[in-house]
């Protein structure tokens, strides 16, 4: 089975600052899907950004950008240039490549953007 | 507009009573999910199916039942509601095709609140 780790409940930033969210996971699988995903107050579910395990290339989405480690079994989201509307729950997510392709997620990071 | 609706949007339900939650995806996808938000503890899978006519237990099946009749509806039922699934609940669906990666869209989900 998967476990993905978020470590951090709540994090705060600056308006236009940086800012890094961090997700570990755990798997023995070979293959698979890496994403973050933003849930504002509307409870709607967004899909951020999603990584290949199969590539290195770090994955880029405008503003957000991760950090994949596959060894370290490590994938952190940065965001660039914080703006008021990235306030939100950020959910690390992990999906085998084969089976049962349902969503294994973390337990959520609070991002508050301060003006 | 095509993706998937849930309905109720929320719901105040009385312990021991039965609750359909309804989930419909215009988008032809073969593969349907539920999944249950809790505070602390992300988004979890209840049940899920890969095509019409079938369907298997997530990680938290345990008082929730669900069935797969046709290729646009997944609907989610407790049988005899408790407090301890007061939640928010998530469908979502994909293409759920085996050769390539399948982005996951999620409904706006529904409240329950059973007392």
């Known amino acids: 089975a998967q476990t993905v780790t978020q470590s951090q409940p709540e994090m705060s930033v600056q308006e236009a600052e940086t800012v890094t969210l961090s997700c570990t996971y755990d798997t023995s699988e070979n293959n698979y899907y890496l994403f973050w995903y933003k849930q504002p107050p509307s409870r709607q579910m967004i899909l951020v950004i999603r990584q290949e395990a199969y590539k290195q290339q770090n994955a880029t989405e405008n503003r957000f950008s991760v950090n994949f480690q596959k060894a370290a079994k490590s994938f952190s989201l940065k965001i660039s240039d914080s703006q008021l509307g990235d306030t939100a729950m950020y959910f690390c997510a992990f999906m085998k490549d084969t089976g049962r392709r349902a969503l294994t997620f973390g337990s959520g990071t609070r991002l508050q953007v301060q003006p | 507009i095509a993706g998937i609706t849930q309905a109720p949007t929320s719901q105040i339900l009385a312990a021991g009573r039965r609750m359909t939650l309804r989930c419909t995806q215009d988008m032809r996808h073969n593969a349907m999910y539920w999944y249950r938000q809790d505070l602390g503890l992300g988004l979890r899978l209840i049940h899920y199916s890969n095509t019409a006519g079938t369907t298997g237990k997530g990680e938290v099946p345990d008082g929730y039942s669900v069935s797969r009749a046709n290729t646009d509806d997944f609907p989610l039922t407790l049988a005899s509601a408790v407090p301890s699934q007061t939640s928010v609940y998530f469908c979502?669906?994909?293409?759920?095709?085996?050769?390539?990666?399948?982005?996951?869209?999620f409904g706006p989900g529904t409240r329950l609140t059973v007392l």
């Open positions: 979502a669906s994909s293409k759920g095709t085996a050769s390539s990666y399948n982005e996951q869209f």
